[in-house]
Every structure is written in C-alpha cells, then in structure tokens.
C-alpha cells in the first residue's frame, strides 16, 4: 500500500472541506482498502466519513424510506420494514459478499464499488479504467465475468453490485451533496456514466459531490419480487447473470414489470422495451420468451461472454413464472409478498 | 494473555496513535496510517490467533468481532477504530476454560491444519447470534418469523470462511452441536 495521510470528518460540512485533489472518500473501506492493497487505487489522502452521524440510519419519511449512506449491507437487509415492504432489497443483499463484508459494506460504498474485472485489477496488464489511455486487456483476454450490454471498444467491465439492481427495480433515487452543501437527486441508474472513451469516469458525481442517502419510493401494493441471481458458487460469489423484478399484476394479466439486470453491464440493467413488452401480456412462457428476445437482442458478447446471452434469456424466465405466481420459487425463496 | 510478544516495527511515515479495548482490556498502538487491524493486532498486541490468510477479505481467517459484529479485521485500518472494541479469540476461551464452540469444535474434529479455525470459531459465535436475532440468510425460505439453524443455513452463512483442508461438514456439525448446547 502507498503512504497516505488520514483525516476524519465528524461533520458532512467538515468532510466537504477535507475531499480534494488526490483523496478518498472511505467508510466500510471493504472494497479500496482491497484495491489500496494492491495499488490499483493510490489515493494521497483518506476522508474517514465513517462517524458521520448524519449519514447513518433508516427512516421512513411518509413516502418510503431514507436510507443513510453509511447504513451497512446488514442493517438494511435485516430492517424489518425492508424485509416486508421492499423484500427484493433485502434478498439481493443477502445474495451478495460474506456475512463479515455485509457488517462493513455501506451502502454509499455498494453503489461506489468498482468493477472485479480481472484485468483491472491486474497492474500489469492494459486497464482503461486503471490508466486511462492505456487500452483494454479484456478485449483479446479471457473474461466469463465482462459485461454484454453498454460496453465499448475501451471497456468490458461489469459492475458487480447486487444491491444496486435491486435499488434500480424498485426505482430508488440516489440523494448527493455537493462541496457547497447543495442536495440533489438521481435515479440509481442515472448515476452512472457508460465507459464510451472515458472508462475511468463511471459516475456523474462532481469532485467534492458525496452520497449522503438512497431513497427507496413507498411500495406498490401487491406487487411480487424476486431476485435471481446465478453464479459459479452456491455462495459467496459475483453474479454471472442477475434479474430483479417487480411484477404488478392486474386481475390475470401483467399490469406494471420494473425489471434489471446485474453481471451484464456497466450499471444496472435496464430496457424499457422489455417492461414495455410485458404489460397487458398473460403470464405464460409465450410473453416471457418474447420479452427475453426483445433483451437479449441488443447483447454484444465477447466470445467467453457468449453463454450469457441463454443464461440471461432462461433466468429472466424464470424470474416470470416466480414474479407472476406460476412457479413456486426454484432457488429457495427469492419471492416475498407486500402486504396491501 | 497474549501467547507471543511480538514488536514488529511498522513503517511509520505516517505515525498515528490509536486507542480501542481489545478482549475486554483497554489497549494503545502506535502505527502507521497503512496497518490494518489485523497486523496490529498480530503484531503489535502479540494476539496471533487472528490468522492472516489471504489478507484480501476473501478467506474469514482474519474474523474479529468489532463492536460484537463479525469483520475481516485485514480490511479494517487501525486508525479507524478508536474507541472501539474489539474481540479476537483469545477473547472467546482459553486452552483451561474453552468455550461451547471451542469444545464442539474439538469434539467433532472441526478441522485438520487448523489455520483457519481462530476465524471459524469467531465467525460462528457472531452467526449463532445473528440467527437467535431472526436475521434472514440467502438460504432462507422466509425473510419473516424465526430462522432455522439447518445445514444449508450453516453452510451460507459461514460461507465468508474458507477451508483449505475442506473440513467443512465436520465444522458445521460442531457449529450444530454448540448451538444445542447453548439453547
């Protein structure tokens, strides 16, 4: 690890005036204390937020929750008003990492997290995201874990965060502040920048902007959601593929689909089209294949990425029949009921 | 008691002071901004029964419990745990007095090597609390009401620690035989 001078801020105010040139913001420190070790990361200075009082807890504000930024994977997916009204939330957490990272990882830092991409974290082969510039090793290299969708000639990393699919399904915002102390809002998805010809930017927060919460919407009623995750190991592993979805239905006919996808791209997932597909179909195989068509379609693979494309197609189904009731849940339990 | 003083010399460009309890006693490292947790636990308080494996977070061999939470002390800096407190496994028994978990893990053979049972154990204690809690898991069938303690929740919710020896059916049925003995 490279020397690096620490502060701690007690106050976001305090943090605003210490996050400069060459710093990092730290809190459950899981991920850049890992990326530090190898010197992937550098950063001259470290801003430890991690007792920033007005970062912590989960309230719920009369329109759903505010989740603070330094509430743990833990916190939230033990939360009993998570487990029932936002169960998704909860299951794509729990899917996710160890027990001993859930208790460190906040979750400012989940969405934050930067790709496992192998040849990002490997300093001696070519990283755009590592050393813009530099070209992209994954591009000829050898990579099950690459993204299929919003990649580019420059990069092929995915982000690997479970929570932040699930956030992205249920249409969760993401509250930030600026160095000046002014608040703004973004949906989840609109948080993160596409790699194009700037792989290192993967966000649009400015230098000195911190996440301060993550505001879940109130529930719909009776919606069912699932999360479905597929990996190399029963647990404790990234996602090769992952769906969240959340499925209204209106008498025997979809009403609403809100679906993203995890392990398949830069950001979480989303296709419009594909939501768009499902609403007013009868829940069948017929309309789940012809909305896993209308995803799948707009794949580009890198030849190790390939098998993506069916595992994707067949775990979407499958998220469907749970979502809308026709099957019982295949992977243990990823389905739960909001209470009317 | 620390079963081996060790004084290794960090490097100390960035030279800080840090206070924290460790097992119950109020404890004081001077260190480097870079040392983990783990390294001043095993090198400057002399408590090696925190083991360090792979020191990325993937292996559980470094488990403490920071603040009665189970952590991968190899990801925590020392400078941000003043005034915690912090329970390693010299915490939890001693060879005289082992714990639940101490004598089911010997009772079942819970391990070969044993470099990475400190962690096991410490990880466990943590779990069993977690689970009288009703904290859900992936392998639970309901995220509501109380959880069960059946094998496929052991084996998920111990799965932040590795096993090189692959001893893990042993260790989990010491896990199932401490947690009957306490309820």
């Not at chain 1, 487990?83 to 969405?111: C, D, E, M, V, Y």
């Not at chain 2, 002071?17 to 460790?22: A, C, G, I």
């Amino acid at each position: 690890m490279r020397d690096f001078e620490y502060s701690r801020a007690e106050t976001l105010s305090g943090a605003a005036g210490q996050i400069g040139e060459g710093a990092s913001v730290v809190a459950g420190g899981t991920n850049l204390l890992d990326l530090m070790k190898i010197q992937v990361m550098s950063p001259a200075r470290l801003v430890d937020i991690s007792r920033i009082g007005e970062l912590q807890g989960i309230s719920d504000d009369g329109e759903g929750l505010r989740i603070g930024a330094l509430a743990t994977n833990s916190e939230l997916a033990a939360d009993g008003r998570i487990r029932s009204g936002w169960p998704l939330l909860s299951r794509a957490i729990l899917a996710g990492a160890s027990a001993q990272i859930r208790n460190k990882a906040t979750t400012g830092g989940n969405l934050l997290q930067r790709t496992r991409c192998p040849y990002f974290y490997d300093t001696a082969m070519a990283c755009n995201k590592r050393s813009p510039g530099e070209g992209c090793a994954a591009q000829e290299g050898v990579g099950r874990m690459l993204a299929i969708f919003g990649t580019s000639e420059h990069c092929l990393a995915a982000h690997p965060s479970d929570m932040a699919v699930a956030l992205t399904a249920l249409r969760a915002e993401v509250e930030i502040r600026s160095k000046e102390g002014e608040t703004r809002r973004l949906p989840v998805t609109e948080l993160y920048r596409l790699p194009g010809d700037r792989p290192d930017l993967e966000t649009v927060l400015a230098p000195g902007e911190i996440i301060t919460a993550v505001r879940l919407p109130a529930p719909m009623a009776e919606t069912r959601q699932v999360y479905s995750k597929v990996r190399d190991r029963a647990s404790y592993a990234f996602a090769l593929v992952s769906v969240a979805a959340v499925v209204q239905m209106d008498g025997d006919r979809i009403g609403s689909a809100s679906l993203a996808f995890g392990g398949v791209a830069p950001r979480p997932w989303t296709d419009p089209e594909v939501d768009q597909a499902l609403v007013g179909a009868a829940p069948g195989d017929e309309a789940f294949g012809n909305a896993a068509d209308v995803l799948v379609a707009q794949a580009q693979c890198h030849p190790d990425t390939e098998f993506k494309k069916p595992l994707l197609r067949r775990t979407l189904i499958a998220a469907l029949r749970e979502a809308t009731g026709l099957a019982e849940t295949a992977t243990g339990a990823s389905t739960a009921r909001i209470p009317a | 008691m620390p079963i081996a003083q060790a004084h290794a010399t960090f490097k100390q460009e960035s030279h800080m002071r840090t206070r924290f309890t460790v097992n119950g006693e109020a404890r004081e490292v001077e260190h480097d901004t870079r040392t983990t947790l783990l390294d001043a636990l095993r090198d400057q308080l002399g408590l090696t029964g925190t083991k360090k494996g792979c020191d990325h977070g993937q292996c559980g061999a470094c488990t403490v419990l920071l603040n009665g939470k189970r952590v991968n002390s190899c990801l925590c800096l020392a400078a941000m745990h003043e005034g915690d407190e912090v329970t390693t496994i010299e915490g939890l028994g001693s060879p005289e007095a082992l714990n639940a978990l101490q004598k089911a893990f010997v009772a079942k053979d819970g391990y070969q090597c044993g470099f990475c049972t400190p962690g096991q154990i410490v990880s466990a204690t943590a779990m069993l609390e977690e689970l009288r809690a009703g904290d859900p898991s992936f392998a639970s069938a309901s995220l509501e009401g109380e959880m069960p303690l059946d094998d496929a929740e052991i084996a998920e919710r111990m799965s932040g620690n590795l096993c090189r020896c692959s001893a893990y059916p042993l260790i989990r049925e010491a896990i199932a035989m401490a947690a009957e003995v306490k309820s």
